[in-house]
Each structure stands twice: as C-alpha cells, then as structure tokens.
C-alpha cells in the first residue's frame, strides 16, 4: 500500500517543488495529494480533532503544511491534528521566533524553509527515517542559540531531545516506567532502538513502513513519558526490558 502523503500550500509552484522533493526524499511509493487551503486540506483528512471522525485505516503519514493560507493560519490545523498518526511538517519562509516557536508548540515535528535548496529539503525530510526532526538549518541554529541555556549543543544539533516528539513531555517529568502499557511491537522496536538501529533499518528487520515504525516510537516516548531514543533506552534497560 503506497504511503499517503498530503501537501498543503497555496501557490501552485511550490506545491509542485514540495512534492519533488517529496518523491526524491523516500523509496517507498508514495501517493501524493495536494490541497490549496485549510478547508480542501481538512476534506481530505477527514478528521476533526474535537468529536470527530475516527482515523481512517490509511491515514496520510506525511503532512507538508504551510502557516499563510488563503483561509487561515496552518497552526490552526496543526492543533487540529493532534492526535491523527502523521508526521507533521511546516514549510514556510518564515524563520522569526513569532512564527517558529509557537508552531512547535502548536504541535509540528519539524520546520522547514521553502527558501532552502532542493537538496538541502531533501536531506532534512529524510532525517524522519533516521527518527530525527526536519528541520532548516537556519531554524536549527536558532534553537541551539534559544535553548542553549537548557540543552547541550548535542542535543540540538541531533534533533534534540524536545523537538523529535514535540508533544512528548521532558525527562525532568518523567513518571516511573509501566512497560505493561507497551504493545508487543512497540517493544520490539524499543528492543531495536535500544541497540542502536535506525528507523529504516527497523522497518526493514519488521518486515513494515518506516512511517510504522515513526508512528510506534511516537507512541513509546508517549507512554514511556521520555523525549528521545537514549531516555527511552535507558529506562527500558533499568526496567530490563531490552
């Protein structure tokens, strides 16, 4: 089954851009949708964050949201999808910190400039395989310069801790470990995170997507209540889990 892939973007141009650098980015076959402002973009969704439709069995696994729209802000619909299991994508022209860090918080797994080069936007949007947030780096060198005070430059410049599930909450947080909660795939892809494989090399030893396996270790920090692979591995060790 092809991986779903929605665009959002108002001007023709770059939607066309996006989606090559969409096509170049990955190896799996893809199934492109486009959508020009918020209301085509939640018809093809389907879903409605409060009360709404249930996720359709094959929901899209990538979303490209651009924030101007004809119709309205796209942190609109970003806050709208929490909860739906896709990777959500900002690609703006827009670095300021009035845009960027309330876009983060609004719930978006990474942050790229439409302004960057082709192969630039292709290597950050496959850094999702590598379970790393996409992010510009124009953007990234402004969260090591925000955050510098409370991270170490490792953590930034990998992706960081805070940023690769932006919704997972922070280490100093965390609740004791329940692995119960985990299913038998999470911990199976826990097992491998823990020894260090990488998303793709994961999906390929699963015998599933990487878009799978993203979805699972999202779910892992989620219950595990950590932000990043070497909290989860951790914790999982001291639990003897892995």
Same mark, same amino acid.
């Given at each position: 089954?092809?991986?779903?892939?929605?665009?959002?973007?108002?001007?023709?141009?770059? #939607?066309s851009? +996006?989606?090559?650098?969409?096509?170049e980015?990955?190896s799996?076959? +893809?199934?492109?949708?486009?959508?020009a402002?918020? #209301?085509?973009?939640?018809?093809?969704?389907?879903?409605?964050?409060?009360?709404?439709s249930?996720v359709?069995?094959d929901?899209?696994?990538?979303i490209?949201? @651009? +924030?101007?729209?004809?119709?309205?802000?796209?942190m609109?619909l970003?806050?709208?999808?929490?909860?739906y299991?896709?990777t959500?994508?900002?690609t703006?022209?827009y670095?300021?910190d009035?845009?960027?860090?309330p876009t983060?918080?609004c719930?978006a797994d990474?942050?790229?400039?439409?302004?960057?080069?082709?192969e630039?936007?292709?290597?950050? +949007?496959?850094k999702?395989v590598?379970g790393q947030p996409?992010l510009?780096?124009?953007?990234?060198?402004?969260?090591?310069?925000?955050?510098?005070?409370d991270?170490?430059? @490792?953590?930034v410049?990998?992706?960081?801790s805070?940023f690769v599930?932006?919704r997972a909450p922070s280490a100093? #947080?965390?609740?004791?470990?329940?692995?119960e #909660?985990l299913?038998?795939?999470?911990?199976?892809?826990?097992t491998y995170l823990?020894?260090?494989?990488?998303?793709?090399?994961i999906?390929n030893?699963?015998?599933?997507?990487?878009?799978?396996?993203?979805d699972h270790?999202?779910s892992i920090?989620k219950?595990l209540?950590v932000?990043?692979?070497a909290?989860?591995?951790?914790?999982?060790?001291?639990?003897g889990?892995?």
């Amino acid at each position: 089954m092809p991986v779903k892939v929605l665009i959002v973007e108002d001007n023709p141009v770059a #939607r066309s851009f +996006l989606a090559r650098v969409v096509r170049e980015s990955f190896s799996d076959e +893809l199934k492109i949708s486009e959508a020009a402002d918020l #209301r085509e973009a939640r018809q093809a969704i389907g879903w409605t964050a409060h009360g709404g439709s249930a996720v359709p069995d094959d929901p899209y696994k990538l979303i490209l949201l @651009d +924030l101007e729209l004809p119709d309205g802000n796209g942190m609109e619909l970003l806050t709208e999808l929490i909860g739906y299991p896709a990777t959500r994508i900002v690609t703006t022209l827009y670095s300021d910190d009035e845009h960027l860090f309330p876009t983060l918080q609004c719930g978006a797994d990474g942050y790229l400039l439409k302004e960057d080069r082709f192969e630039v936007l292709v290597e950050e +949007l496959q850094k999702i395989v590598r379970g790393q947030p996409p992010l510009s780096p124009a953007i990234a060198r402004r969260l090591l310069s925000h955050f510098r005070s409370d991270a170490s430059p @490792d953590d930034v410049a990998s992706g960081g801790s805070a940023f690769v599930s932006s919704r997972a909450p922070s280490a100093g #947080r965390s609740a004791p470990l329940d692995h119960e #909660r985990l299913t038998p795939r999470e911990s199976e892809v826990l097992t491998y995170l823990s020894k260090g494989f990488t998303i793709k090399e994961i999906a390929n030893l699963m015998g599933i997507k990487w878009f799978t396996v993203n979805d699972h270790i999202k779910s892992i920090y989620k219950k595990l209540n950590v932000s990043s692979r070497a909290e989860a591995a951790v914790l999982a060790s001291k639990q003897g889990l892995v």
